[in-house]
Nanobody, 124 residues
Framework: QVQLVESGGGSVQYGGSLRLSCSAS????????MSWVRQAPGKGLEWVSD????????YYEDSVKGRFVISRDNAKNTVALQMNSLKVEDTAVYYCAKNIERIGRAVVPGIGSWGQGTQVTVSS
């Protein structure tokens, strides 16, 4: 079955960096576009970034553009999110996902496959 396991979350001060990683199994990873999605406390699911199957195209939500970098290693079945210049408003649970549906940056819950999430907390 599909498994997505995130790691790398934690607590960091404003301006700091974190690198999230997601290990994938149970599907043909190299043929699958991947996404990172986050959910801040009391808010809905927000799309963060996408990467296409071979890593040649990446997409970012405007608020993270220039600060976050998505990448993948198809030999290791992993996708990563390097987060730099973190802001308090980046505090959220971050999910690795595939086959999501979204309307703008709002992600439709319950569609696609998701990891369990990893908490990122940015303090001022």
């Amino acid at each position: 079955q599909v498994q997505l396991v995130e790691s790398g979350g934690g607590s960091v001060q404003y301006g700091g960096s974190l690198r999230l990683s997601c290990s994938a199994s149970g599907f043909t990873f190299e043929l699958t576009d991947m996404s990172w999605v986050r959910q801040a406390p009391g808010k809905g699911l927000e799309w963060v970034s996408d990467i296409n199957r071979d890593g040649s195209r990446t997409y970012y939500e405007d608020s993270v553009k220039g600060r976050f970098v998505i990448s993948r290693d198809n030999a290791k079945n992993t996708v990563a999110l390097q987060m730099n210049s973190l802001k308090v408003e980046d505090t959220a649970v971050y999910y690795c996902a595939k086959n999501i549906e979204r309307i703008g940056r709002a992600v439709v819950p319950g569609i696609g496959s998701w990891g369990q999430g990893t908490q990122v907390t940015v303090s001022s």
